[in-house]
T-cell receptor, first 117, second 112 residues
Framework: DAGVIQSPRHEVTEMGQEVTLRCKPISGHDYLFWYRQTMMRGLELLIYFNNNVPIDDSGMPEDRFSAKMPNASFSTLKIQPSEPRDSAVYFCASSLYRGRTTNEKLFFGSGTQLSVL | AQSVSQHNHHVILSEAASLELGCNYSYGGTVNLFWYVQYPGQHLQLLLK??????LVKGIKGFEAEFIKSKFSFNLRKPSVQWSDTAEYFCAVKARGYIPTFGRGTSLIVHP
């Protein structure tokens, strides 16, 4: 398996522009997570999905942020309009939970480095 | 709800020094515990995990962690660090029925 695939790896945009980050989870995984990493706040959970359904989006900072998972193999995180304070690394992760099994680790993508000028 | 606290945000060591990174969690029930590592420019990857059994867990690259239930701790240790251990280290806790919760992370810099 290729692992969790994120695109683009780097995104540089101007304030006010729309930004779309993409994620392809590992096939068969039923959970998908979006995280944001900054120096100031460390790793923050933004939203997570279970079987394509958003379960908890309380970490989404503002209405400018939205996330979708139209099918089991694709998710997007959109920022509209973007602001300089959104600059961060955005990670997508997926996992498969089977109840009380031991294989419950998260698999992370390589991240998208977003710079909003 | 579960929570995780990593005491040290930044640690700077010389090669061959011993390492211990603190991790405490809060949750009254059974938990699974993890340490993830993020090398510069790379994504997070699992370093080691504890689910049950021997509370002393050995991971990759000579790392180990000890689960002390009475202290709600899961500290990461390595007897002799190398320059290549420079990375960000994240502790995570997962209770049954919850998704994993990550600590804020500890940045480790090892000077050659």
């Amino acid at each position: 398996d290729a692992g969790v695939i994120q695109s683009p790896r780097h995104e540089v945009t101007e304030m006010g522009q729309e930004v779309t980050l993409r994620c392809k989870p590992i096939s068969g995984h039923d959970y998908l997570f979006w995280y944001r990493q900054t120096m100031m706040r460390g790793l923050e959970l933004l939203i997570y999905f279970n079987n394509n359904v958003p379960i908890d989006d309380s970490g989404m900072p503002e209405d400018r942020f939205s996330a979708k998972m139209p099918n089991a193999s694709f998710s997007t995180l959109k920022i509209q309009p973007s602001e300089p304070r959104d600059s961060a690394v955005y990670f997508c992760a997926s996992s498969l939970y089977r109840g009380r099994t031991t294989n419950e680790k998260l698999f992370f993508g390589s991240g998208t480095q977003l710079s909003v000028l | 709800a579960q929570s995780v606290s990593q005491h040290n945000h930044h640690v700077i060591l010389s090669e061959a020094a011993s390492l211990e990174l603190g991790c405490n969690y809060s949750y009254g029930g059974t938990v699974n515990l993890f340490w993830y590592v993020q090398y510069p420019g790379q994504h997070l990857q699992l370093l080691l995990k504890y689910f049950s059994g021997d509370p002393l867990v050995k991971g990759i690259k000579g790392f180990e962690a000890e689960f002390i239930k009475s202290k709600f701790s899961f500290n990461l240790r390595k007897p002799s660090v190398q320059w290549s251990d420079t990375a960000e280290y994240f502790c995570a806790v997962k209770a049954r029925g919850y998704i994993p919760t990550f600590g804020r992370g500890t940045s480790l810099i090892v000077h050659p």
